[in-house]
C-alpha cells in the first residue's frame, strides 16, 4: 500500500507537472537568467537550506558540524516508540503518510540524511524576501528552541513555514500561496462547472436519483458557477 501511493504521488507530479511544491517559488523569477554557478560557499550555522522532495520543496537550517534542523512528517511514531527506529531516516513513504496523518516534528539530521540524494541550495530565499535575515547564530538558536513534536498542515504549518520563521522572523510559504492561487484559478474556470456537472450527470445515472446523489449534483456546479 505503501508502495502503491508513492508510486501515485510520483507519477501525478510528472503526469501533471505540478510545480506547487516541487520547484522553488522563486523559481519563475530565475528563469531566462542562468549564468555560470560557482562553487558554492561553506556552510554557516543559520543558512537556510532546500532539496526536493516528492512533490514539494523541502527546507531547513543548518546548525553547523553536518546537523541540519528541519520540520518534516513521519507517519513512524504512530505505531512505535522505538528511538533507534524513529531516528533512522525518513523515506518518502513514511513522509507522504505523516503528511495524510499531519504527524510531524523539527528533528536534527545529519547533512547528507537531509539532502536525501538531492543537491542542497543555500539561502535562495534571500534575495526574494522583503526583510533581511536574522543574523545566523539567532535564527539556529530559534531552530533548536522549536525542536519536538508538532501539528503538520500541509497548508498552514509546513516546513517552509518552519525555516522562514526561524530565519526571517515571520513564518510565510510561498509554496502554499502558489497552491492557493493555483486552486483559485481552477474553480473560478468555468470549464470546471462543466465537468463537474457531467459528472453529477453520469453519479445520477450509475447511482440513480437520491440526496446523496442529487445534491452534489446540483450544489457543486452552482457553487462553482457563482465563484467564478
Known amino acids: 500500500?505503501?508502495?502503491?501511493?508513492?508510486?501515485?504521488?510520483?507519477?501525478?507530479?510528472?503526469?501533471?507537472?505540478l510545480k506547487y511544491f516541487e520547484s522553488p517559488w522563486w523559481e519563475s523569477d530565475d528563469r531566462g537568467r542562468a549564468a555560470p554557478r560557482a562553487p558554492p560557499p561553506p556552510l554557516q550555522r543559520g543558512d537556510l537550506l532546500e532539496v526536493p522532495r516528492t512533490l514539494f520543496t523541502h527546507?531547513?537550517?543548518y546548525l553547523g558540524d553536518n546537523k541540519v534542523?528541519?520540520?518534516?512528517?513521519?507517519?513512524l511514531p504512530v505505531f512505535t516508540s522505538n528511538s533507534r527506529l524513529l531516528r533512522s531516516v525518513i523515506t518518502n513513504e513514511r513522509l507522504i503518510l505523516g503528511c495524510i496523518y499531519r504527524?510531524?516534528?523539527?528533528?536534527?539530521?545529519?547533512?547528507?540524511?537531509?539532502?536525501?540524494?538531492?543537491s542542497i541550495l543555500v539561502n535562495r530565499a534571500?534575495?526574494?524576501?522583503?526583510?533581511?535575515?536574522?543574523?545566523?547564530e539567532r535564527v539556529a538558536q530559534r531552530a533548536e528552541r522549536l525542536l519536538?513534536?508538532?501539528?503538520?498542515?500541509?497548508?498552514?504549518n509546513n516546513c517552509e513555514h518552519f525555516v522562514t520563521f526561524c530565519r526571517y522572523g515571520s513564518a510565510t510559504s510561498r509554496q502554499t500561496e502558489k497552491f492557493c492561487e493555483s486552486l483559485k484559478s481552477l474553480i473560478r474556470d468555468q470549464r470546471s462547472v462543466i465537468?463537474?456537472?457531467?459528472?453529477?450527470?453520469?453519479?445520477?445515472?450509475?447511482?440513480?436519483?437520491?440526496?446523496?446523489?442529487?445534491?452534489?449534483?446540483?450544489?457543486?456546479p452552482f457553487s462553482l458557477w457563482m465563484a467564478g
Open 1 to 17: 500500500m505503501l508502495q502503491l501511493l508513492t508510486f501515485l504521488v510520483e507519477k501525478l507530479s510528472i503526469l501533471f507537472r
Open 59 to 61: 527546507f531547513g537550517i
Open 69 to 75: 534542523a528541519h520540520l518534516i512528517p513521519d507517519i
Open 103 to 118: 504527524r510531524a516534528s523539527v528533528r536534527v539530521d545529519s547533512l547528507e540524511d537531509f539532502a536525501y540524494g538531492s
Open 126 to 136: 534571500d534575495r526574494m524576501m522583503q526583510t533581511q535575515p536574522l543574523p545566523g
Open 148 to 156: 519536538g513534536d508538532v501539528q503538520y498542515s500541509l497548508l498552514w
Open 195 to 220: 465537468i463537474t456537472g457531467l459528472l453529477g450527470f453520469i453519479s445520477l445515472v450509475c447511482f440513480g436519483v437520491a440526496p446523496s446523489t442529487t445534491v452534489p449534483t446540483v450544489l457543486i
